[in-house]
């Protein structure tokens, strides 16, 4: 069993900057996949970032691609997501998720645990 912990939403102006947070915790935690997902109101849970259990190999959304970067620190087993250029279409509920079946995680299929979400706003 993982548990994802988000932390480090909140409000911020359009053009800002932001960072979450997803603390795992779990015998296995070190060994799986992360990843970022988010909801906008009204909309579908849409895949954004990716890293793998070494760290090795990310994936990136096309829509944040250049904007976003996941890292994750392996000692604290914690994965980070570092958000600029921010956009009033990023506003959405952001999950942590985790999955041990691949080394990158292209959508919201194969994901075996999920965080309950931070809340991030951009205001325009």
């Known amino acids: 069993q993982v548990q994802l912990i988000e932390s480090g939403g909140g409000l911020v102006q359009a053009g800002g900057s932001l960072r979450l947070s997803c603390a795992a915790s779990?015998?296995?935690?070190?060994?799986?996949?992360m990843g970022w997902f988010r909801q906008a109101p009204g909309k579908e849970r849409e895949f954004v970032a990716s890293i793998s259990r070494t760290g090795g190999l990310t994936n990136y959304a096309d829509s944040v691609r250049g904007r976003f970067t996941i890292s994750r620190d392996g000692a604290k087993n914690t994965v980070h997501l570092q958000m600029s250029s921010l956009k009033p279409e990023d506003t959405a509920v952001y999950y942590c998720?985790?999955?041990?079946?691949?080394?990158?995680?292209?959508?919201?299929?194969?994901?075996?645990?999920w965080g309950k979400g931070t809340l991030v706003t951009v205001s325009s």
């Open positions: 998720a985790a999955t041990n079946r691949a080394s990158v995680i292209y959508g919201n299929y194969g994901i075996d645990y």
């Open positions: 779990g015998r296995t935690a070190s060994t799986y996949t």
